[in-house]
């Protein structure tokens, strides 16, 4: 067991490792330097010596393989230096002042989709072909169709263009709150609302279902003791990546509602080619992404004993 | 007499070729059929945009911009003077060749990839299935905007970009379809008459991954529609003259209270053609009933 932890997590940072050097690479071949963009924006010619300039404050000129290192062992400190966008702000400022937005819209969306897809996923599981039933494959295909920033949009238009009830973008309030995370959850909703109804069904399905029936156990007991309790400790291998994907931020719904988080920073990091940012926040979100799974496998392993990590030779 | 007819059914049933026998139970379910209309009218627009498009949707009226629909622009006009409605058609012709052109290149890139790694083994199976591990750990939609950032914004490149994460899927698919056909007696009897690798993909294989791959293709197509939209949205997919709906959602997200028109319109079209494809996917794959273990 302590192997297979030790050899996760190696390999976690295999990827990372891998993923950086990607990130880098691709950040590199990238035809005209961060400074172009921004000169081209503004329509304006700088000069060559400011431009060396920039390029050693950045660290630029140096050769690339140097750039590397000097990025890993900066990163490995969490120092990713200056942004680029906000010269006066490093990117570790940038992630601590604007991550709370992001943390709390994922949080929000997280207990949302919660209830909403564990509860359709259940109550389609327990009354097959009944209204509920349907009602959650309606919402589930709305869910699969429907882009977040389409669904944003159209909320946007109905709620507040139209009806004027809700604010249009914002994070002060919980007014604000409402559109954001209704166009967030629209994948957390899809994979629980999916995941609980088939592993629902499996459960009820299965033999002990059965045999606590014939036992003449209530139904009541048996679907507390026996049916979720088995069919919603798989939950946990969906939900725990899901949370961190929540939690690092939404590129389309920050941005549309305005929203200060990491997403809507990163949004216009690529806009303005802001390399640090975007490899910053490229590594940090794999990280916790990967990390999760990771978790996610651990605890797995924990609350159910028929699953073993370790194969037994 | 009943019985005797319904034999003679079952078995004229047994006699129908693969593809009618495909059609009849497609055209059963009415909601796929309603989506396969919807997407040949589509595509007949998108064909005949320039005919059908009443302006240029690349010229501006400066004398015009910012209208709500009226009789001369039946949707509007943006902040440019440019004809809504126009444009929207003009965006179908990017939606549909955006999907249609890079599944045929995953196609391509994953299939003989996939194939390749099954039925070799060994290194270069061992080699192609690390590529994938570590391409997989990456997030789909940073890979895209990572991709997307470095080549730069344009119709090819975004072809380029989905067919460099794409081909994943359908060669680990391919894999796995190979391994399981490669014990099969047929296979191990053709390749101790001789017959080589390429002969064996060729003759055996790719005709028995058909199924699962052209179900993976119909369901990847409103997936690389989705992602061309996302991109477009956020500035990295269509650029700006050309007209692609995400495209016209991005740029004119502000203006929801001012100029509804301009981001409305794009989302419903973008709506309505997603549910479409998916619906027309789904039906697809409930046609040729392969197990349900390929969706998304």
């Not at chain 1, 990025?71 to 601590?96: C, H, Q, W």
């Not at chain 1, 169709?145 to 249009?168: D, E, K």
Request: aromatic letters at 14%; charged letters at 15%; a positive charge.
């Amino acid at each position: 067991m302590l192997r297979y932890i030790f050899l996760r997590i190696a390999g976690l940072f295999g990827v990372l490792l891998i993923v950086s050097i990607l990130t880098f690479g691709l950040m590199h071949t990238v035809p005209g330097g961060p400074f172009d963009a921004r000169a081209l924006e503004k329509q304006q010619i700088v000069p060559e010596n400011i431009k060396r300039q920039l390029n050693e404050k950045y660290g630029l000129d140096k050769p690339v393989w140097q750039q590397y290192a000097l990025f890993v062992r900066n990163a490995v400190f969490l120092d990713f230096g200056y942004s680029m966008a906000y010269p006066s702000r490093t990117v570790f400022e940038i992630f601590k002042q604007q991550w709370s937005y992001s943390l709390q819209l994922g949080l929000l969306t997280f207990i949302f989709s919660i209830i909403v897809g564990v509860g359709l996923g259940i109550a389609s599981a327990i009354k097959p072909n009944s209204f509920l039933d349907y009602f959650g494959t309606g919402v589930s295909i709305f869910c699969l169709v429907m882009p977040s920033f389409v669904f944003a949009i159209l909320l946007q238009f109905v709620f507040s263009a139209w009806l004027g009830w809700l604010p249009t973008g914002g994070w002060s309030n919980p007014r604000h709150w409402i559109m954001p995370v209704l166009a967030n959850s629209l994948a957390p909703v899809l994979v629980l609302q999916r995941y609980t109804r088939s592993s629902m069904r499996d459960a009820i399905k299965a033999n002990y279902v059965r045999t606590a029936r014939a036992k003449g156990l209530s139904k009541r007991r048996i679907m507390l003791v026996h049916v979720f309790k088995n069919a919603l400790t798989p939950l946990l291998t969906v939900g725990g990546p899901l949370a961190a994907s929540l939690i690092v931020g939404s590129f389309f719904v920050e941005s549309i509602f305005r929203i200060p988080g990491i997403g809507f920073y990163f949004v216009s990091a690529i806009g303005s080619r802001d390399y640090p940012m975007i490899m910053a926040t490229t590594l940090i979100w794999t990280f916790i992404i990967s990390l999760a799974y990771l978790i996610t496998d651990l605890l797995y392993a924990l609350a159910d004993p028929r699953v073993t990590l370790v194969k037994e030779e | 007499m009943i019985n005797a007819a319904a034999t003679n059914k079952h078995s004229n049933r047994l006699r129908e070729s693969g593809f009618r026998r495909f059609w009849r139970r497609f055209a059963q379910n009415k909601i796929a059929v309603v989506a396969f209309v919807f997407i040949i009218f589509q595509i007949i627009v998108a064909i005949a945009a320039p005919w059908i498009a009443p302006y240029n949707p690349y010229k501006g009226d400066f004398l015009a911009t910012w209208e709500t629909p009226s009789r001369l622009h039946w949707l509007g006009t943006d902040d440019l003077g440019r004809d809504v409605f126009s444009r929207l058609l003009y965006g179908a012709r990017i939606s549909i060749s955006v999907g249609v052109l890079s599944q045929m290149a995953i196609a391509l890139v994953g299939i003989p990839v996939g194939a390749l790694a099954g039925l070799k083994g060994g290194w270069v199976d061992y080699l192609i299935m690390r590529v994938i591990d570590v391409l997989s750990s990456l997030p789909t939609i940073l890979f895209y905007i990572l991709l997307m950032v470095a080549l730069g914004a344009g119709f090819w490149n975004l072809i380029l970009a989905m067919t460099l994460t794409g081909w994943i899927g359908i060669a680990r698919l391919v894999r796995g379809q190979v391994l399981s056909l490669k014990k099969t007696d047929y296979v191990r009897a053709s390749r101790a008459m001789g017959g080589g690798t390429f002969y064996i993909i060729r003759k055996h294989i790719l005709r028995n991954v058909l199924t699962p791959i052209v179900v993976s293709i119909a369901l990847g197509i409103p997936g690389a529609m989705f992602a061309e939209a996302g991109l477009s949205f956020l500035g990295l997919g269509i650029p700006a003259p050309q007209s692609s709906w995400g495209q016209m959602i991005g740029m004119y997200q502000g203006f929801i209270r001012t100029a509804w028109h301009l981001t409305l319109f794009p989302s419903i079209v973008l709506a309505l053609t997603m549910l479409a494809w998916f619906m027309f996917a789904d039906g697809i794959r409930d046609a040729l009933d392969t197990n349900n273990n390929l969706k998304c």
